[in-house]
């Protein structure tokens, strides 16, 4: 945001009044009083009109910030309150927009601030000026040339720590639009009687002091210096320290300095050299030696020194030892030597040691401007600052003083003259009528110094240019004659002197009434420090130093260039250089800063009235403020004045239409002050009394309360007003907001369901038709591969014949049947016998026909058996089911079976019917006889066998005595449960009854037989026809049997036998039977 441009003027908060020319009453206490008041108020500035009157503060104030530098930019001089950047502003803006060359006069005593107020024109000036690096580099190198002037040219005095021994005017150049280019400095008269001696309490130049402490041990060591003041002579001891100053930093400062000001190494480091010389030179002393001609000539006392600086300077040490010894006056042709006595040695050892310095000072000022001067030819616009020493008072005032003070006197002149012409020129331009103004004029006093017939300085020149004896008391009876009448001049000795009786005037003195107070000068030195010698000899030896830069200050040493002609005097170098100033100044719009010394202590805070009323006497502040207000005390252009009291008249508030000047008539006829008050120029209006113009600020002020009253009301109301309407505003906004988002949300949603929907139908939709096409298309495929197919089959039927892949098949087949049939044709031929334990079987002939003739074989031979039986007749037949049944019953149990096999099933083994001997046995048997047979009956008591005749009939089994044929047992074939043996190849054989039955009384037989395996065989199919159940056989090597009541267990034993193979039977005990088999 742009800053508000808040219009504000010098008469607001103002602490006493900003500008003096309102001061009511004026007078010399008024003046200070508001001096004061300001001053206590940290308020170091006021101005008489344009001129800007600086108390020396002794302190840093926060008054010079960049945000001030902001603050004073492109405002009008008026507008805030006095400032130093304010004027800074003013002379640059008229400079850079109006093309006016302007000078920056600032006066003042010794510690008024001079100096101070200098480098702070300077630094706004660059602060507001343009920016850019080449720029930048010429702004920084004119900065950076004040801290090289200071160290060389300044010194602490007793007024003044930093006091500047030298008087400098410097123009800086801008071109057309404000850029500086460049610069040029002036230096006046540098106070080089310092170099060699200082004023108690006071110190030489700061170089030198700050060269031994702050050069490092090196740079020391190639100068030939030792870091101790006390080590040299020229160095004042008391006051060598400086509080609150480092010189070793400052040391450091200059040369940084001279390096961005350009100065090249090895320059700096000559010009130190040339320090250390000067230094070294205070400490050549000199003894007295009489001569035989009876003349006193002096002798150096120790010439290490010499030695030393001879070396620093590169110069042959007996040239400069003569140099120190002799004089040499050349007149016309003729040249005569003289020795010096020791007074005169030292007097020109401290006349080269000055002239050194003030030469080399000289130097430093042009190697500077060479540096800073402007690159370009375009025509420059400038702006000088005037940096010159104040007025000098002290107790004992020479040369120097006189001088200075002439000086001062001829820029009083010049600020009369200027602000005078000033004042005038403003009343012809504004037409308004000019009254004339009683002043002191001080152009008496310049004329009593500067006339060139019978002025001071004209008359020194005189006196020294003279031939025969000159002493400054010769120039004092000089002045005492011809300035006698002169009102300013004061002199004891003078004709007709009305001092005759002024004991206040001593006889060696002479008194000027300065316009800023009366001065008194002791004619000492005065011829001498005019006439500024220095011995040939000296500037000879230094022009013969092989050290360059000492070589260019003694131009004059050079042989060849000899010249007899005697310098200009100092005095009238300075009365030309003044003149010079003066004229530089003349053509450029000036500027004043009046510096003022509020204290002789150097502190803060302290406001010595005595001091300061001297001060504003001599400066003549009073007669300034009364310059300017003769006639009219105020004055400001209409605009500003209108804009400022435009409230204070219903026609000119809040706005004015028509021009200023008309507008400002309306407004002061309207507050009714008197016509004599007022007047009304070209461009501004002018108030002839302050008191008019405190009036108007009065009305002002209380006008403003009410319109502020007034504004903030309208204020409030408009800021409530204003604020409602946003309300209002941003509520339909808002509103508008939230119901375009609701009905867009509301909007989207239904777009989204209905695109959701709208794609399902879609969706169904296309994945109906889809399926509908996707069948169509199937069934055309079906149709067209069904179409396809039968046509194939058609075809290839009937193709298939001609084929030639089906002849394989055929051939195949073919062949197939052709070896099966050979197969089954050969095969017939080699038939084996009929006989069904032929094994013979011819080979397979081949071997997949392996399983048929496997097959083949099994069918004939199957086929051969049933053959074979088919020839069977009944008996036979039963035979062989006898013997099947056998060998189901007993093959692979029984190891008696395989002998039986080849025997044929007899039966009917005792021929029972043919044998009379069993008659009545056959008679008892009315059945058919199934087996008859002897067999060995097993005593059961004891295991011994008897024979009996075995009897099975279709019902019963019969024992029957073998000799008698007397039935001994018959049991009921139902009545038999078990037939037990042995899995052995014995006969044994044990038959179970039933328990309980009536044949079991005497317990289960044991029997022994040869046709074992016939007899059981038969009893079990007997039993299994007539009881139609299957008789159980029990093989087993192990079984019980029942005898009576005990349960018998019948074992059969291998081997082991005694008699041969025949089985035998033993019992063992009533539990046990033992039979032995083979
Ligand atoms: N505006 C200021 N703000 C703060 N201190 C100041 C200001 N002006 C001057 N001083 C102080 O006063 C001292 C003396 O000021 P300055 O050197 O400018 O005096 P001068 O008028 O140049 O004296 P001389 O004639 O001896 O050179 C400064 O060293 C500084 O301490
Ligand atoms: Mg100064």
Redesign the pocket.
């Known amino acids: 945001m742009a800053k508000m441009e808040v219009k504000t003027s010098l008469l607001d908060n103002m602490i006493g009044v900003g500008d003096m020319v309102l001061l009511e009453p004026l007078n010399e206490e008024s003046f200070i009083d508001n001096l004061k008041k300001r001053f206590d108020h940290n308020e170091?500035y006021t101005y008489i009109g344009s001129v800007v009157i600086?108390v020396?503060?002794?302190?840093?104030?926060p008054i010079?910030s960049p945000e001030k530098v902001e603050d004073y930019r492109n405002r009008n001089f008026y507008e805030l309150s006095p400032h130093?950047f304010a004027l800074s502003d003013e002379a640059y803006r008229s400079l850079r927009d109006q093309d006016k060359d302007q000078c920056i006069l600032?006066t003042?005593?010794?510690?008024?601030?001079?100096?101070?107020?200098?480098?702070?024109v300077m630094s706004y000036v660059a602060a507001v000026c343009g920016k850019g690096a080449e720029v930048n580099q010429v702004k920084e190198q004119l900065l950076q040339s004040n801290p090289v002037l200071e160290a060389f040219g300044?010194a602490k005095?007793v007024?003044?720590?930093?006091?500047?021994?030298f008087g400098k005017y410097m123009d800086i150049e801008f071109d057309f639009k404000g850029d500086p280019l460049g610069g040029v400095i002036s230096n006046y008269l540098l106070e080089k009687s310092r170099v060699v001696k200082q004023p108690r309490g006071e110190r030489n130049f700061h170089i030198f002091y700050q060269l031994l402490s702050g050069a490092s041990e090196d740079l020391l060591y190639k100068l030939k210096l030792e870091r101790d003041f006390s080590r040299y002579n020229y160095l004042s001891l008391d006051s060598a320290k400086v509080n609150g100053v480092d010189d070793a930093a400052n040391f450091r400062t200059v040369r940084n300095a001279m390096q961005i000001v350009g100065f090249m190494d090895h320059e700096a480091q000559s010009v130190l050299e040339v320090i250390a010389a000067v230094l070294k030179l205070g400490n050549i002393e000199f003894k007295p030696e009489s001569r035989v001609n009876g003349l006193d000539e002096s002798k150096i006392k120790d010439k290490n020194e010499l030695k030393e600086i001879c070396e620093l300077t590169g110069i042959d040490q007996s040239v400069l030892e003569r140099a120190f010894s002799f004089r040499t006056v050349e007149a016309k042709q003729e040249k005569v030597s003289t020795t010096l006595n020791v007074a005169q040695a030292y007097y020109a050892r401290d006349a080269l040691a000055k002239n050194l310095y003030s030469r080399l000072f000289s130097w430093l000022v042009n190697r500077i401007n060479e540096s800073i001067k402007a690159q370009t030819k375009v025509r420059k616009k400038v702006m000088g600052v005037l940096?010159i020493?104040?007025f000098e008072i002290f107790e004992d005032n020479s040369f120097e003083q006189f001088i200075i003070n002439y000086c001062n006197e001829k820029l009083q002149q010049i600020f009369i003259e200027l602000t005078l012409k000033e004042e005038q020129e403003e009343y012809i331009r504004e037409d308004i009528e000019w009254t004339h103004i009683d002043y002191f004029n001080n152009a008496v006093i310049c004329d009593l110094i500067e006339n060139n017939t019978n002025g001071i300085l004209a008359m020194l020149d005189e006196e020294c240019l003279r031939p025969g004896t000159v002493t400054d008391d010769t120039f004092l009876e000089k002045l005492n004659q011809v300035c006698a009448t002169h009102q300013h001049f004061e002199s004891r000795m003078s004709k007709c002197s009305r001092f005759l009786n002024d004991t206040s005037l001593p006889h060696s003195c002479f008194r000027i009434q300065h316009y800023a107070g009366k001065v008194m000068y002791q004619v000492e030195g005065f011829v001498d420090k005019n006439n500024d010698l220095l011995y040939r000899d000296l500037s000879q030896a230094m022009w013969k130093a092989s050290h360059s830069l000492i070589k260019a200050l003694f131009p004059e040493g050079n042989p060849a260039k000899i010249n007899l002609k005697r310098p200009p005097t100092a005095g009238s170098q300075f009365k030309a250089s003044v003149a010079t100033l003066m004229k530089n100044l003349q053509t450029k719009n000036p500027n004043y800063i009046r510096?003022i010394?509020p204290n002789d202590k150097?502190a803060a805070h302290i406001f010595n009235d005595a001091l300061v009323c001297h001060q504003i006497r001599y400066l003549g502040l009073l007669e300034n403020v009364r310059v300017r207000r003769a006639g009219y005390a105020f004055r400001q252009a209409y605009e500003p004045c209108l804009e400022r009291y435009k409230m204070l008249c219903k026609q000119t508030w809040p706005h004015w239409k028509g021009p200023a000047r008309a507008g400002v008539e309306v407004l002061f006829n309207e507050l009714e002050f008197p016509v004599e008050e007022y007047s009304f120029g070209r461009s501004k209006i002018f108030i002839r009394n302050p008191r008019t113009l405190f009036k108007l600020e009065d009305l002002r002020k209380r006008r403003l309360e009410d319109l502020a009253t007034l504004i903030q009301k309208i204020f409030r109301g408009w800021k409530c007003r204003t604020h409602f309407l946003l309300m209002k505003k941003s509520q339909i906004v808002i509103a508008a907001w939230y119901r375009r988002y609701s009905q867009q949300k509301k909007y989207q949603q239904i777009k989204s369901s209905t695109i959701v929907i709208q794609s399902f139908i879609r969706g169904w939709k296309a994945r109906k038709i889809l399926r509908q096409l996707k069948h169509e298309k199937r069934c055309q495929e079906a149709v067209t591969t069904i179409a396809a197919f039968w046509h194939g089959t058609q075809v290839r039927r009937e193709y298939r014949k001609f084929f030639r892949a089906n002849a394989g098949k055929k051939i195949y087949e073919f062949t197939l049947q052709r070896i099966v049939q050979k197969y089954f044709l050969e095969m017939k031929n080699k038939m084996p016998s009929l006989s069904p334990i032929d094994k013979n079987w011819p080979a397979r002939p081949y071997l997949f026909l392996d399983s048929t003739h496997k097959e083949l074989k099994r069918i004939f031979h199957l086929w051969r058996c049933k053959k074979y039986r088919d020839q069977f007749t009944d008996q036979r037949k039963l035979i062989y089911e006898e013997k099947l049944e056998a060998s189901e019953l007993f093959k692979d149990k029984k190891a008696l079976y395989p002998s039986s096999v080849g025997q044929p099933f007899q039966g009917a083994y005792l021929e029972i019917n043919k044998d009379p001997k069993y008659k009545k046995l056959k008679d008892a048997i009315e059945e058919k006889i199934i087996i008859a047979e002897v067999v060995n009956k097993v005593n059961r008591a004891n295991g011994k066998c008897a024979s009996r005749i075995f009897l099975l009939t279709n019902n019963n089994l019969l024992l029957a005595d073998q000799k008698s044929g007397h039935i001994k047992s018959e049991v009921p074939l139902g009545d038999v449960t078990k037939v037990s043996m042995s899995s052995q190849n014995d006969g044994f054989f044990a038959v179970h009854l039933k328990e309980g039955s009536g044949a079991a009384g005497k317990g289960d037989f044991l029997f022994s037989s040869d046709h074992l395996i016939e007899m059981a065989t038969k009893l079990y199919r007997t039993t299994l026809s007539q009881t139609k159940q299957k008789l159980n056989i029990e093989i087993s090597d192990e079984f019980l049997v029942q005898f009576r009541q005990d349960k018998v267990c019948v074992k059969f034993i291998q081997g082991n036998q005694k008699n041969g193979s025949i089985p035998t039977c033993k019992r063992k005990n009533n539990r046990l039977l033992e039979v032995a088999v083979p």
Do not use: F, Q, V
């Open positions: 170091i600086s020396n503060p002794y302190r840093s104030l010079y130093i600032i003042g005593e010794s510690g008024a601030g001079k100096t101070e107020a200098s480098k702070l300044n005095t007024r003044n720590d930093n006091s500047s021994r940096d020493y104040g510096c010394k150097k």
